[in-house]
């Protein structure tokens, strides 16, 4: 009997009460959408909503029992997960400024983003006066001076690596993962109480600091909330992070030797371990310590009433969204939730889309034919929520697509409708012939999203690499051995419709839009047989969608870039292209590597696109991995590179490099 395992599918988010404070914030201000939705009794087509905490309660009893086994729920330890979307990968706002003026006369840039106005985390942040940085599990702070940089406070974290962080005028948060029992780190509050899973659980850390003086940044608040960091977004202020916990705390029974008999008693057991769980069981747990006021607080992170459920059983994990306005810092949070597990986040200034990839265990398919059968039925889910006021989201509505959503850049709202680019096979799964990608129009109508329309059949045999939609036209680059660029008219979304068409050798992964109809694309040289070369920057000519056209390229043999998968690593600046980039080569000659690494640094001007220079941080060249004195090369591999009036700099695990933004000159590398 062929067996599938659908252990997470669809998603939803919604408002929900402040987490930890008694008074709840509105749920409606100016400026929301009159027809948002606030927790408590609610159902619609895709999600319902709970009016009681023992209602939620047997909502995860009943959905787990018939889960359960020998050895307790599935999953082996933190069960029903699903990693997430290192999506975080993969964002950008091309024309849309990068920076702003941090004192007169002096512009940067900043984080690459997708979306203008709403800022995403990252490992390195300026404000034109400071630059911040995160490497090596410390923060470290920076100033531009007249012969470079200068460095200034730090603070190390010799128990925890940060991996990300959002800045806010004088605060920044710091984000990353912990983790609990047997899997790494305890927090180092000693008055956390939720249990461990089997082989421990994730706890995210969220740290907010003061940068106040830069000579001594001061730690005012931590905060540990059971789950693994999904994404997180920042507007006016405003900062929303997404995180997905899994069930914690269970004491599960094991089979007492071998046997049907002996598995069969187990389950009976765990069954009962199940019927006697509590909510703390199932919501996330936090614990807040607070430095300025040395006081621990602890608790459910989430409200039992600002929970929702799909319809359709999506899975054990609880997906959360926390509101925090960071004029007030972390201390205290509205929330929202679903029964669900997430790992694709798009945001504009006033809307939140979050979709659902749904695990799924195809090992347990036997043979190619089932896997491709199922992947063709295969739906993700996608929920909108009003994020206009600064409080909780509020649930709008939510939809589903067919196929395979690659990372935020495949959602798009444009006057009022959503675009989605997807393909009917998983990421890393080649299935020749039968996989095709596809883009769907979604429009909201009540508390659904509704398909106005969609144009099937992109790249048969393929799957999508890169995604962009501007305007009323949508660019899709698909890639096995050659790399179609689709053009597709938007339009009409009643009837979206294929415009044009270019198939080039390679692919592009990241795909950034230009002035004049132009787009560069980043990603790699390939033979005709799909082997990839090296690393290529492609300009392309698309101010007339019938007909697509690459115009210029640059190709670096044997060579990555970083924003390949992470397009907070590109920089685009007054036609200036910055691309970190290394390359390794073998030379049988000395039976050694050559390591080489810089930025590339590109001018677009009209239909060209030149290579000026490799900026490389600490050498001239290539060097033999043996000349590196017993360090590790990496250190001088380009992580960020910012634009800050004149300079150009350049962040590696390593230290800062500085060039002049005129000459493309080294002017100096300080070591941290």
């Known amino acids: 009997m062929r067996r599938l395992i659908a252990l997470i599918a669809g998603l939803g988010l919604v408002a929900a009460a402040c987490a930890t404070t008694a008074e709840t914030p509105p749920t ?85 983003v997708q979306v203008a106005g709403v800022d995403e985390a990252d490992i390195v942040k300026t404000d034109g006066k400071r630059i911040f940085v995160l490497v090596d599990g410390r923060l470290r702070i920076a100033r531009p001076t007249e012969d470079g940089v200068a460095f200034d406070g730090s603070l190390r974290f010799d128990d925890w690596w940060p991996s990300e962080m959002l800045l806010f005028g004088d605060t920044v948060v710091l ?38 003086d830069v000579d001594r940044p001061r730690i005012l608040r931590r905060l540990w909330i059971d789950g693994t960091y999904v994404s997180s977004r920042l507007t006016d202020g405003v900062a929303r992070i997404v995180l997905s916990s899994t069930p914690v705390g269970f004491e599960w029974e094991y089979p007492e030797g071998d046997g049907l008999r002996a598995e069969r008693e187990a389950t009976r057991r765990n069954r009962e371990v199940v019927k006697n769980s ?43 969204v926390l509101t925090f306005d960071l004029t007030e810092g972390i201390a205290s949070w509205a929330d929202a939730g679903v029964v669900a597990d997430g790992s694709t986040v798009y945001a504009t200034a006033d809307r939140l889309y979050v979709a659902t990839h749904p695990w799924q265990d195809w090992s347990m398919f036997e043979s190619e034919d089932d896997i491709r ?37 495949a959602m798009d709202e444009y006057q009022g409708v959503l675009r989605v680019a997807s393909t009917t096979a998983p990421e890393g799964r080649w299935w020749s012939g039968d996989s095709e990608s596809l883009v769907t129009t979604l429009q909201r109508r009540g508390d659904e999203l509704v398909e106005l329309g969609r144009v099937e059949g992109l790249g048969r045999g393929e799957r999508i690499f890169a995604v962009r939609f501007l305007g009323d036209v949508g660019y899709v680059v698909t890639f096995r051995q050659t790399d179609p660029l ?15 068409e270019l198939k080039i050798l390679g692919y592009s992964a990241y795909l950034h839009p230009l002035t004049g109809g132009r787009i560069l694309g980043v990603g790699q040289d390939a033979d005709d047989e799909g082997r990839v070369k090296g690393t290529q920057l492609s300009l392309f000519d698309v101010s007339d969608p019938t007909d697509p056209r690459r115009i210029d390229q640059i190709t670096l043999d044997g060579g ?43 001018r677009v001007e009209g239909d060209t696109l030149s290579l000026e220079r490799v900026l490389r941080p600490a050498a001239d060249g290539p060097v033999p991995v043996d000349d590196f004195g017993g ?39 300080a070591e941290f």
């Open 486 to 500: 689709y053009t597709i008219d938007l339009s009409d979304p009643t009837d979206p419709r294929v415009a044009g």
């Open 28 to 112: 409606s201000r100016p400026g929301r959408d009159p027809g948002a939705t606030t927790p408590g009794v609610f159902a619609s087509a895709y999600v319902q909503g709970f009016a009681a905490c023992d209602d939620l309660l047997r909502y995860y009893i009943d959905q787990a029992l018939p889960l359960v086994g020998p050895y307790g729920l599935p999953g082996g330890g933190p069960y029903l997960t699903v990693a997430a979307d290192a999506d975080m990968v993969r964002r950008a706002a091309a024309e849309a400024p990068q920076g702003a003026a941090a004192e007169a006369g002096v512009e940067y840039s900043g984080t690459n």
């Open 631 to 669: 360090e590790e090369p990496w250190r001088w591999s380009p992580r960020r590179t910012v634009v800050i009036g004149d300079r150009i700099f350049t962040v590696t695990s390593g230290g800062i490099a500085v060039f002049d933004v005129d000459t493309l000159e080294r002017v100096t590398y």
């Open 560 to 602: 990555y870039s970083q924003a390949e998968v992470d397009h907070r690593a590109f920089t685009y600046w007054n036609g200036l292209v910055l691309v970190p980039y290394e390359g390794w080569e073998w030379l049988p000659e000395h039976e050694t590597e050559r390591y080489d690494a810089g930025v590339i640094a590109a």
């Open 175 to 212: 984000i990353g993962q912990d983790w609990s029992g047997d899997g790494g780190p305890v927090p180092l509050a000693e008055s956390r109480v939720a249990g461990p899973a089997y082989g421990g659980s994730g706890v995210v850390r969220i740290v907010e600091v003061d940068v106040t």
């Open 373 to 409: 059968d199922e992947a063709k039925r295969y739906r993700s889910q996608i929920h909108l929520f009003d994020t206009s006021d600064p409080g909780a989201p509020a649930y709008l509505a939510s939809g589903e697509v067919q196929g395979f959503l690659l990372n935020q850049f």
């Open 278 to 320: 509590t909510l703390d069981n199932w919501l996330p747990y936090y614990v807040l310590e607070d430095e300025t006021t040395g006081s621990v607080r602890e608790g459910r992170a989430l409200d039992c009433t600002s929970v929702l459920a799909p319809r359709t059983f999506s899975g054990l994990n609880t997906l959360s």
